[in-house]
């Protein structure tokens, strides 16, 4: 028999990630979307009481914000950057997966530890410690290839190099862990059958690997577009980055270098629109080959 108000328990229980949704999630989001549709109009010389006041545009400031060449231009660095990031680190980090899952495998622990160890960095600290490493003045890296790490031409790839060297580690994990959840069977049956490692990793482990692939894909989609501590670190060591290199950085500028809160607040939620449309898009169009679904 079910007890008087034993209905309420699970929101009860529920009630503490709701309020911390709520507040540290729903609130801010309707609070920038608020700010993306006003703007400050000044009267006069702008000076005394109620010469700016804050009035209702609608879809202005959005509007300025898909015109702006500039946000367009950060768009196209940060997909050459993300193509860059995106290859080499989640092939890098399926390659190690296989490894460290290979029947032949010495010191897997250390291994994994060693190639997740990166990721624990802070990203400010590791943008700085490969900063310095880039420097002319400092770099023992110019003793191997005479190469401007910083120069206009390069500072994309060494910036490229900071988020691989961080982000293979947790992608490795992932990979790895999914690894571990396949029967061991599998592989006993195909080894009897003649199939070498290799065959066993690129027609077994890999198709089983899709959706563990495809989920750290768009968490990497998403983390690539949102890029702005790489550039920001590196910033002040080289006059190559601009103060709009990515669009976040865009945003940092408008509302806290020139004080445009509106502006940076539309800017934002166009960024997360394309987001959402590229990391869905990407799900959209691997869906049927990773989960079997349609």
Known sequence: MKRPGSGAWPYLFLAPAIVLFTLFLAVPIAYTVHLAMRRTKVSGLGLGKGA???????????????????????????????????????????????????ARVRLARFSRIAIFLPYAVPGVAATLLWGFLYLPSLSPLRAVLDVDYLGATTVTYSMANVAVWGGTGFNMLVLYTALRAIPRDLYEAARLDGASEVQIALRIKVPMLTPAIVLTTVFSIIATIQVFTEPTALRPLTNTISSTWSPLM???????????????????????????????????????????EG
């Open 250 to 292: 865009k945003v940092y500028r408008d509302a806290f270098v020139t004080g445009d809160l509106y502006s940076a607040a539309a800017t934002s939620i166009v960024i997360a629109a394309i987001s959402l449309v590229l990391s869905f898009g990407f799900l959209r169009v691997v869906r049927d080959r990773a989960f079997r």
């Open 52 to 102: 700016r006041r804050e009035v209702f545009v609608g879809f202005d400031n959005f509007a300025a914000a898909l015109a702006d060449a500039e946000l367009w231009h950060g768009w196209l660095r940060v997909l050459g950057y993300g193509a860059l990031v995106l290859v080499v680190m989640l092939g890098l980090a399926l390659l190690f997966a296989l490894l460290l899952d290979s």
